[in-house]
């Protein structure tokens, strides 16, 4: 699987977290905001990737987010993580 294919995927579950209504607001705007940072072509992908990644790590240590968010979350930033890895 390549970064592309690998980044529509994570898009994809930052979108449902961002629509998902059993999780806090402040947690769906935070996934948004990720995403766009992610798709910001303006930086470069290591500083996009890093970036959504703290985001999502602060919400993940938000003491209102439900457990399936934060397990949600988790797993995004994992794979973020390897995704950062990736080439073209």
Do not use: C
């Amino acid at each position: 699987m390549n970064y592309n294919e690998k980044i529509q995927q994570i898009l994809t579950v930052l979108d449902d977290l961002a629509e998902d209504t059993s999780v806090p607001r402040n947690i769906r705007k935070g996934a948004k905001e990720a995403k766009a940072l992610i798709l910001n072509e303006k930086e470069a992908r290591d500083v996009r990737i890093a970036s959504a990644i703290f985001i999502l790590d602060e919400l993940a240590n938000d003491p209102n987010i439900p457990l399936h968010g934060r397990t949600l979350i988790w797993n995004i930033i994992s794979q973020l993580e390897t995704v950062a890895e990736l080439s073209d």
